[in-house]
């Protein structure tokens, strides 16, 4: 599986972003997917997963009731809507691809990466 991420750019905050991540190959469905980030000299962490089928999600503390995940099958896409967006949300975000049907959180758990997309956030 090959991901392509997109959708990054600069935004102020209280603004709106949505990233998207295109996925190659027939077995997409399969894959729970996930969304990481990594700010300027901090460790990768995690934003949000969905499940194969996309009927659950879970997401990050720090970014519940501000952003959603999502997935097309159809389009072998994810999304991840980023609304009401503060400055510390400026990070590199990176989508990943696992093996698996269910949710997963820890970057161990993924498989496959795509090459990430830089959100910055101005105040």
């Known amino acids: 599986v090959q991901l392509q991420a997109s959708g990054g750019g600069l935004v102020q905050a209280g603004g709106s972003l949505r990233l998207s991540c295109a996925a190659s190959?027939?077995?997409?469905?399969?894959?729970?997917m996930g969304w990481f980030r990594q700010a300027p000299g901090k460790e990768r962490e995690f934003v949000a997963a969905i499940s194969w089928t996309g009927v659950s999600t879970f997401h990050a503390d720090s970014v519940k009731g501000r952003f959603t995940i999502s997935r097309d099958n159809a389009k072998n896409t994810v999304y991840l809507q980023m609304n009401s967006l503060k400055p510390e949300d400026t990070a590199v975000y990176y989508c990943a691809a696992g093996r698996y049907s269910g949710i997963r959180t820890m970057i161990s758990q993924y498989d496959y990466w795509g090459q990430g997309t830089l959100v910055t956030v101005s105040s």
């Open positions: 190959g027939r077995t997409f469905a399969t894959y729970g």
